[in-house]
């Protein structure tokens, strides 16, 4: 039987496989005694790492699952290969019932075509959609498609918002989250047919806050929950975003030091540097929700740190106390009806 708060961890995928996953795993357990932890992959490796940690054996298990999928792999290869790897075994406990969510570090292409053929879709999604927090004023800004779908229609982008708000209601309990398009400019006349049509979709949805159009500095502003754009410009703003703060970190080190003065006046301001620093630390807000699909899915980043990977835990865990598939279906079959 599955416990409400009950999550597989695919143990061995991403770039770091157990040397994240079984630590952040066992930090996630001591953050919040609700939580009961499926680790999935090589149990004899497994059982290896855990051997010098104390943990609850109440709530951490082990499946056994030999084999794992390569960042590399391509998903089709994976879909048909790896059916034995802890991925896919995850995937179908969650099918299964017998977890009520999934987190993995792993192949994201795998991942996304897994959970259409193992979990499939809600009724009445046509895509599923990435979407993941980006600092902000406000804490974050949700933000999809970031990378699944490259070419969407209006449809697809209205689909997104109502996604989107359902997992900002389920992760900060924000019963009108604020809903942008991403566009080249804030003014009606401008943008493609496909944003165009967009808002018009979204605007008519009574239940949905539709604030308008909305241009790439504004992601990072207090005015917007969520926002909306199809996966090729999500993904490309992400890494953007990504790219500057990492520019900004490496451009502030590289002055600080340049001089004696320099490395005086860092050591002054290093209480200040070190706040700035965790405000837009990406692992605190890892952790990408697979929308659309029949269950609670995870993406961690390939790379993750122990302490992202934790964070892409918790987030699961809220995702799951929200009732986020639940919602979504709800919302979507009262837009069918």
Do not use: W
């Not at 790379?303 to 598939?325: N, P, Y």
């Amino acid at each position: 039987m599955a416990s409400q708060l009950r999550l597989a961890v695919d143990a061995m995928s991403g770039d770091h496989g157990l040397r994240s996953s079984i630590s952040a795993s066992l930090n996630a357990l001591n953050q919040n005694s609700a939580l009961h932890i499926c680790l999935v992959g090589d149990e004899a490796a497994i059982r290896s790492s855990l051997l010098a940690s104390n943990y609850d054996s109440a709530r951490l298990s082990i499946c056994h699952s030999p084999d794992v999928v390569a960042m590399d792999d391509l998903p089709s290869k994976a879909l048909r290969y790896k059916k034995q790897s802890s991925m896919y075994r995850a995937l179908e406990l969650l099918r299964d019932g017998n977890v009520a969510g999934v987190v993995s570090a792993g192949n994201t292409g795998a991942l996304v075509a897994m959970g259409c053929i193992i979990l499939d879709r809600l009724p009445g999604v046509r895509r599923p959609a990435i979407c993941a927090p980006v600092p902000a004023k406000n804490g974050y800004t949700l933000m999809l498609d970031l990378g699944a779908n490259i070419e969407c229609d209006a449809e697809h982008l209205y689909q997104f918002a109502v996604m989107g708000a359902a997992l900002s209601n389920a992760l900060d309990g924000r019963d009108a989250p604020r809903l942008a398009l991403l566009n080249v400019g804030a003014e009606l006349i401008k943008g493609t047919s496909v944003v165009k049509e967009a808002a018009e979709l979204i605007s008519a949805d009574s239940r949905l806050n539709y604030i308008g159009f909305a241009e790439g500095n504004d992601i990072f502003s207090e005015n917007i929950d969520v926002m909306v754009c199809d996966g090729f410009t999500g993904n490309v703003a992400l890494k953007v975003c990504e790219g500057t703060a990492n520019f900004i970190r490496g451009q502030l080190k590289e002055t600080f030091m340049k001089s004696l003065y320099g490395r005086l006046a860092a050591l002054v301001v290093k209480p200040v540097l070190n706040a700035f620093q965790k405000d837009i630390n990406p692992e605190r807000y890892n952790g990408a929700a697979l929308l659309g699909l029949n269950g609670v899915v995870i993406k961690s980043h390939g790379g993750s740190s122990v302490k992202s990977f934790e964070a892409a835990i918790h987030q699961a865990a809220r995702a799951v106390d929200g009732d986020l598939t639940q919602a979504i279906a709800r919302q979507l079959h009262t837009t069918e009806s």
